[in-house]
């Protein structure tokens, strides 16, 4: 039986990527990010998964919005990483793991989750940025396998935070129907608050950032209850890329262990965080 070990939330600003591609790290702008990151990164090098579901959007990049999947899962061997106008970011390509990315789209579609299936994909900075924040040095591979797991953040209806709490929820039972033994981690990505167009460009709210990143350990049920609009008007238009911690959340038991986290503002023009939970209540 397959067994998620671990879940980590984070930030998927295209600018952390940059800063890493562009050896930036240590410039007093980036430096207390980074800085952050290094407990959740030395706890992660220790706790080498066997596969990786990353819970990302993309941003236009792969998926034309002439045509949006609410929930969609990559099923490929591989997936290059998108040119988004720069040049593909210096970092490995994305293996696949077609037989467990089919065991989940068999398992959710069963559950009534009907999920597009992505048998070709490129990947933009929505996944290879947290990776990155997973594994800074990657070398010629990144450590594991990745199934990505796409969410339409972008376009109006986007998914209720509830489905995506209920999504996860599935995906963890998918993930424990699993036949082989191995060792699962799970991403959600994107967030906090943030909006970058309009005439609230810019918006920050770190009272709606740290509610959420309290509540995402110990009532996520709350979150859930939010509606889409609330997201919005609370964490800014791209802010509700946050939902994507909540299908995080709901493949983890109900009773996790928060190993680190850290809150930084600004990273471009976000409130960046990162949560790193292992999937036990380290009290029994
Ligand atoms: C930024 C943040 C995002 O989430 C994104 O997808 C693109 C850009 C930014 O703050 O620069
Ligand atoms: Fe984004």
Known sequence: MAEIMWGLATSHVPSIG??????????????????????????????????????????????????????????????????????????????????????LVESLVDDEFDITVAQELEVDHGLTVPLSVYCPEPG??????????????????????????????AIGRAVASYPENIKVAIFGTGGMSHQLAGARAGLINPTFDRMFLQAIETDPASLAKITREEYVREAGSEGIEMIMWLVMRGALNDEITRITETYHVPASNTAAALALFENKDSTK
């Open 18 to 103: 940059a800063a890493m591609d562009h050896d930036k790290t240590h410039d007093s702008y980036w430096s207390p990010l980074f800085d952050g990151y290094a407990p959740a990164r030395a706890w992660m090098a220790e706790h080498t998964p066997d596969v990786v579901l990353v819970v990302y959007n993309d941003h236009a990049n792969a998926i034309d919005l002439s045509l949006v999947p609410t929930f969609a899962i990559g099923t490929a061997a591989s997936y290059s990483v998108a040119d988004e106008g720069w040049g593909s970011r210096p970092v490995p390509p994305v293996i696949g793991h077609p037989a467990l990315a089919q065991h």
């Open 140 to 169: 010629e591979a990144w450590p594991c396998p990745v199934v990505p797991i796409l969410v339409n953040v972008l376009q109006y209806p986007q998914p209720t935070a509830a489905r995506c709490y209920a999504l996860g929820k």
